[in-house]
């Protein structure tokens, strides 16, 4: 099963000296969790630091990127409250994906989201795969009116976004089933809690690939743990 590290940081320092660790042992991919301490209890990078915004602006015009760019495919974790409002700037960064939380786009109308996602343009699409985080708490029936304009949904195995550490939500594994049923092409990966012990559950519920952070970060050996992950 596809095994993504999962990376949240409050500094770019931070943020560097982690996947410099990962590009050492030959990692490709990387999330980055974007937090902005509203939708979520605390903020990561950028929104955690005075230089975030002057960060964020360099990236975008060019001057900078983010860290091992050239090498890393990234994805970005979009912990933000209306994130769509912002497209064209997390679009800079340069990740080859972006995942937005249902819960938090949906404090105006949800055909204003629905209107959003429809209306990106084909060059966006056929550069940047879009996807839908939801809660375990969330019914597949809402996701209908998204499904034809995102490439791929995103359970969390937690209910407190945001953190690593949490526990493990079984619901999660529950929910990947109604979703694999419902959606038998459907990419599906799960963020939040895994390890070594749910993972299996989560292969044989239908997920295609897992975001993994504490079990990861928390290991004496992060590539053989990254392998057993993704032997499983």
């Known amino acids: 099963m596809k095994t993504i590290p999962g990376v949240l940081e409050k500094t770019k320092l931070a943020i560097q000296t982690k996947v410099a660790k990962l590009y050492e042992m030959g990692i490709q991919n990387v999330q980055l969790d974007i937090c902005d301490g ?3 209890k605390e903020p990561t990078w950028p929104y955690s630091t005075e230089s975030g915004e002057e960060d964020v602006i360099q990236i975008a015009e060019g001057e900078d990127g983010l860290p091992y ?10 912990m933000v409250r209306d994130a769509s409002k912002n497209f064209a700037l997390f679009t800079s960064l ?10 938090a786009e949906l404090g105006e109308e949800e055909s204003d989201f629905a209107d959003f996602l ?3 343009d084909r060059d966006t699409k056929e550069n940047i795969e879009i996807g839908l985080a939801i809660l375990p708490t969330t019914e597949i029936k809402d996701l209908e009116k998204f499904m ?3 490439d791929y949904v995103q ?4 209910d407190e ?6 526990p493990f939500d079984a619901k999660v594994v529950e929910k990947v089933k109604e979703l694999r049923e419902a959606y038998p092409d459907l990419e599906i990966q799960v963020d939040g809690g895994v390890n070594l012990e749910n993972a299996k559950s989560l292969k044989e519920a239908g997920a295609d690939r897992i975001i993994v952070g504490s079990a990861i970060w928390k290991s004496q050996n ?11």
């Open 38 to 40: 509203f939708y979520t």
């Open 69 to 78: 760019w050239q090498d890393i495919s990234y994805e970005l974790d979009l």
């Open 94 to 103: 340069g990740a080859g994906r972006l995942t937005f939380h249902l819960d």
């Open 118 to 120: 429809a209306g990106i």
């Open 148 to 150: 034809s304009n995102i």
């Open 155 to 158: 359970c969390m195995g937690i």
């Open 161 to 166: 976004v945001g953190s690593q550490g949490i």
């Open 222 to 232: 992060i590539i053989e743990t990254i392998e057993n992950f993704e032997n499983i």
